[in-house]
């Protein structure tokens, strides 16, 4: 099955809540996301059965991965009876699912042992420094960096590998933990990736000047670690992958490798091959949509499989979403753009 530009369905990324318990300026600053901020309502959420229904449905139609993500995905009570679930579906081809979860790392060190148990093939890890400082300051809810740190070494302890750590990078912000970041994780056996800061929803002051190109961050590191490049594993692949070279200028496999994700300089639309289900069960074609499409409504009214797996064809060979691609030539004031949805309620 394939969109209006030929891009197939390959990956699916599902918010299980849109409550983190960080309050990351780039994501949910404090300012907007108070004490007073209206969450949505349990009823409104997909149920777990509901959202393994909906993703059966999607892996008939191609969907080869599944990623868990937020919010806080944690924070969602007994995510690992989902995981259950979800780890028992099979594509039609007979094959196990690609099935992975993205944290804040705060609540890894005690679940590490029973995401694994129940079915999680991998992680990724949200994590933009290593100064206690700056971390403190990025999350916004003064926690610390070490407990990050023991959920990671929790989660490699468990075998949820290999580990993506990836990290955001502000330039006036955090840009300075780039090479201890890089020296930290090299030769560990888990993937550091720099993110281009994006301007996913409204709420985050997003400005252009504080984005620090990949192609910087690539240079910082190569001043010091020799890197080589790498082929993309998988196509739609949003990283460009960098291996730390041998004394010989050959990638070394003991060393691993870094990868960066350009969305902002180097937009990747072409081959996009992703789908968003918010945790209500509105289904999103792009990070920076500004409206889903609502599939709750047509499960919960009786709808059969037949008629989401239609709904859902539908949807996807109407997709022509390349957001990343024109942005450049957008209107600069923001107020005559269309507004997007928060990447705390879509998921990264």
Request: net charge neutral.
């Amino acid at each position: 099955m394939f969109d209006q530009r030929g891009r197939p369905l390959r990956d699916l990324r599902i918010s299980v809540t849109d409550r983190c318990n960080f309050r990351c300026n780039y994501c949910m600053p404090k300012e907007v996301f108070d004490k007073d901020y209206q969450y949505l309502p349990h009823k409104a959420l997909l149920s777990f059965e509901e959202i393994t229904r909906i993703s059966k449905v999607f892996v008939s139609q191609g969907v080869q991965k599944i990623r868990l993500t937020g919010g806080e995905p944690l924070l969602r009570k007994d995510v690992e009876g989902l995981i259950e679930q979800l780890a028992a579906l099979r594509t039609p081809d007979g094959e196990m699912l690609d099935l992975t979860l993205t944290t804040n790392g705060s609540l890894l060190a005690r679940k590490a042992q029973s995401l694994k148990a129940a079915g999680l093939q991998r992680v990724t890890v949200s994590l933009d420094g290593l100064d206690d400082a700056v971390f403190r300051s990025m999350n916004d809810v003064d926690f610390p960096v070490a407990d990050v740190l023991e959920g990671i070494e929790a989660a490699h302890a468990a075998g949820l590998g290999p580990i993506k750590i990836n990290m955001v990078v502000k330039r006036s912000t955090n840009a300075h933990e780039i090479l201890p970041m890089a020296r930290h994780f090299r030769g560990t056996g888990m993937v550091l990736r720099f993110i281009e800061y994006m301007d996913v929803g409204h709420t985050n002051g997003w400005r252009m000047n504080e984005v620090l190109p990949s192609s910087e961050v690539i240079k910082l590191i190569q001043a010091e670690l020799p890197l080589v490049p790498l082929e993309p594993s998988s196509p739609g692949e949003t990283a460009q992958r960098w291996a730390y070279a041998n004394a010989a200028g050959q990638p070394d496999p003991a060393l691993g490798e870094i990868g960066v994700i350009s969305s902002v300089t180097q937009a990747f639309c072409g081959d996009c091959n992703r789908a968003r289900l918010s945790t209500e069960g509105k289904l999103f074609l792009c990070l920076f949509a500004s409206g889903g499409h609502d599939l709750r409504t047509l499960i919960r009214s009786g709808g059969t499989d037949t008629e989401l797996a239609s709904a859902i064809g539908q949807i996807w060979q109407a997709r022509s979403d390349n957001y990343s691609e024109v942005r450049g030539a957008l209107p600069a004031d923001k107020g005559t753009v269309m507004r997007r949805v928060e990447m705390s309620y879509i998921g990264g």
